[in-house]
């Protein structure tokens, strides 16, 4: 069961970047890396999936290092509305959907 | 399509009370779960199924919870008798193996069961 260590809580400003790094040292080989963002009163909704090396997309990047050992979420220029709690998973959910947890999550919160 | 569509948005029911939660996952999906979501343990995983049959259940805290999943377009999270520490947000979850290795999970708003 691949575990995940990532801040409590992170602070930042409006335009701004964040990053928010997630350990996890006994990550599987089969295992994806997912990010998922979660606002008060709603349910958690997908970022951003990755195997290796960088991800991109409209909302995004996820780094992650040969190792595989931790990968980074990049959110650029952050916003108010970008405060919001952030988990790191890890697994594959093609063959062990329950062994997918969910952590504590970063809460970050974006400052004007 | 609508998303994952939970019912009640919120109840409140005394102590002893039977209570029903109730999901509609997105058509298509062949993967549905049910997670628990407090401050005190974060986001739980209950009981997950796979072509409406129960896959792992073994987040279910206890023989008062069941869940059942009678065809592709209905699930329901079933508390009897209901306690105060069940007060909590439930959250259904649906996945389609055949969109690829992505394994996004689409959730629902969630249902806030407060237990007096």
């Known amino acids: 069961l691949a575990k995940t ?3 409590i809580s992170m602070d ?3 335009g701004q970047e964040v990053n928010i790094t997630c350990s996890h040292n006994n990550i599987a080989t089969n295992d ?3 990010w998922y963002q979660q606002f008060p009163s709603q349910g958690p909704r997908f970022i951003i999936q990755g195997y290796k090396t960088k991800v991109t997309n409209e909302v995004a990047s996820l780094f992650i290092p040969a190792d595989r050992k931790s990968s980074t979420l990049s959110l650029p220029r952050v916003s108010l509305s970008d405060t919001a709690v952030y988990y790191c998973l890890v697994g594959d959910m093609r063959s062990s959907a329950s062994k997918i947890i969910f952590g504590s999550g970063t809460r970050l919160s974006i400052r004007p | 399509d609508a998303g994952v569509i939970q019912s ?3 109840e409140v029911t005394e102590m002893g009370q ?3 939660l109730r999901c509609k996952p997105i058509s298509g999906h062949d993967y549905l779960f049910w997670y628990r979501q407090t401050m ?3 986001l739980e995983l209950l009981i997950y199924f796979n072509n409406n049959v129960p896959i792992d259940d073994s987040g279910m805290p206890e023989d008062r919870f069941s869940a059942k999943m009678p065809n592709a ?3 329901t999270l079933k508390i009897q008798p209901s306690e105060p520490r069940d007060s909590a947000v439930y959250f259904c979850a649906s996945y389609a193996r055949g969109q690829g290795i992505t394994g996004e ?3 629902g708003e969630g249902s806030r069961l407060t237990v007096l």
């Open chain 2, 40 to 42: 005190m343990r974060g």
């Open chain 1, 12 to 14: 930042s400003y409006e």
């Open chain 2, 105 to 107: 999970l689409f959730f």
């Open chain 1, 5 to 7: 260590t990532q801040p």
């Open chain 2, 8 to 10: 009640p948005r919120h």
């Open chain 2, 18 to 20: 039977e209570v029903t």
């Open chain 1, 32 to 34: 994806y890396i997912t």
């Open chain 2, 73 to 75: 377009s209905f699930s």
